[in-house]
């Protein structure tokens, strides 16, 4: 399997996953460790993906999800986008919706 197919696998595969710079437990830039804060909040579980192990995940997820910058937050197989419009759903109440689905549909 190469690394773009495990991208999609890893997607496909966990209901939350999160593509950022560091670990949850690490994050390594302030936009991962607010993506990071937001769902610790609401106390999900997910899948973290550190970027900077490896320089060509970034590049194999961005042709993926047509999306340039990190972090990436996906939920039930879709780009949800960034940290900009995860803070934006947080804060209107969206978020939380689509991460409640996401672990009831498991």
């Known amino acids: 399997?190469?690394?773009k197919e495990q991208i999609i696998n890893d997607i496909?595969?966990?209901s939350i996953i999160l593509y950022m710079k560091?670990?949850?437990e690490m994050p390594m830039c302030g936009f991962s460790n607010s993506?990071?804060?937001i769902l610790n909040h609401y106390g999900v579980e997910y899948k973290d993906v550190n970027?900077?192990?490896d320089a060509m995940i970034r590049v194999k997820l961005s042709e993926h999800s047509n999306w340039p910058t990190i972090?990436?937050?996906f939920v039930k197989g879709e780009l949800v986008g960034g940290a900009?419009?995860?803070m934006e759903l947080h804060q209107n109440g969206q978020l939380l919706d689509m991460l409640d689905k996401a672990n009831t549909e498991d």
């Open 12 to 14: 496909n595969s966990n």
């Open 51 to 53: 970027i900077l192990e």
């Open 71 to 73: 972090p990436q937050l």
């Open 35 to 37: 993506v990071v804060k």
């Open 84 to 86: 900009d419009i995860a």
């Open 1 to 3: 399997m190469d690394l």
């Open 22 to 24: 560091g670990s949850k």
